[in-house]
Structures are given as C-alpha cells and as structure tokens.
Nanobody, 126 residues
Framework: QVQLVESGGGSVQTGGSLRVSCAVS????????MGWFRQAPGKAREGVAV???????AYADSVKGRFTISKDNARNTLYLQMNSLRPEDTAMYYC????????????????????WGQGTQVTVSS
C-alpha cells in the first residue's frame, strides 16, 4: 500500500519562501509521476505542479516562475519549493500520484491521481 506524508507547511509573510515535502512509502517514486495540488477554504481543489517519471514538469499558470517541483529518488521524496509567496497561495497542499509513469491528460485531472497524502497547511499573510 502506497502512503504519502506531507510536511513543511507553515506561516510566512508575503514574499517569503517555503519548501513542502512528501515522503512516500510502500513503493518507489522513481517509477511514477507525482503531483502537488492545493485547496483553499470554500474553493475547489486545483493542480499546482506535476512531474513525470523522466523529470518533465508542468505548472499552473498562477505559480509559474515562483514554484518548483522536484523529486529525490534516493530519498523517495517529492518536494515543492515555493518562492515569492502571495496571500492567494494560502491553502492546504496535497501530494498525489496516479501510480503511473505517465501524467494524466489533462495533467491536473485530480480524478486520475489514485493516492493522496493528508495535506500540509500553508498560510501567507499580507
């Protein structure tokens, strides 16, 4: 059984940085595509960034140039480096995997991501 555990969330001021992590157990992330999603109170869950088995990435327009997704296969961990944070980035951040080497189409179709972590809260104050 694949398990995903996020960590690293917290509170920062506008313009600050945070790195959230997703530790994976039960299988190796080397084989799979992975993604980060977020959900703010009263809003639908949205895709933030994805990375495929080969390391190709895709980002939501709202975070391009500010966020970077990466993975450390040796540590079996997925990361999301978030810079230049804005109040609108405030949300619960979730990592997920479709347990496939390929990214879904469209890439941010959350229904195709089968395994999810419990989330980590990121709060950005103005």
């Amino acid at each position: 059984q694949v398990q995903l555990v996020e960590s690293g969330g917290g509170s920062v001021q506008t313009g600050g940085s945070l790195r959230v992590s997703c530790a994976v157990s039960g299988d190796t992330i080397r084989k799979y595509s992975m993604g980060w999603f977020r959900q703010a109170p009263g809003k639908a869950r949205e895709g933030v960034a994805v990375i495929d088995r080969s390391g190709h990435t895709a980002y939501a327009d709202s975070v391009k140039g500010r966020f970077t997704i990466s993975k450390d296969n040796a540590r079996n961990t997925l990361y999301l480096q978030m810079n230049s944070l804005r109040p609108e980035d405030t949300a619960m951040y979730y990592c997920a995997t479709p347990l496939s080497s390929l990214l879904p189409s469209p890439v941010f179709d959350s229904t195709q991501f089968r395994y999810w972590g419990q989330g980590t809260q990121v709060t950005v104050s103005s």
